[in-house]
């Protein structure tokens, strides 16, 4: 599976998206979906989503960048995907 398959596995999961939204986000419609823009992106979800991240990506998300998973496209950017 390529990356952003695999993100948009995780935030499928985590947000429980519809169709209808993966394929916005999949048409880059949500080019500032972040933290706060769907109902069921709260703090709770955002912790989980970056565990997911860490987890299949092998990385360590800290306080210097932190700042780069609170949108999807600074997410895609800081990953390398786009």
């Known amino acids: 599976m390529n990356k952003k398959k695999l993100i948009l596995e995780i935030f499928k999961k985590r947000l429980n998206l519809k169709p209808n939204e993966i394929k ?21 979800q955002h912790v989980n989503i970056i565990s997911d991240i860490e987890k299949k990506f092998k990385i360590n998300v800290n306080d210097k960048n932190f700042v780069n998973f609170g949108q999807l496209e600074k997410i895609l950017i800081f990953l390398k995907i786009i």
């Open 24 to 44: 916005d986000i999949q048409s880059n419609k949500f080019k500032k979906f972040e933290l706060g823009t769907h109902q069921n992106w709260d703090s709770i």
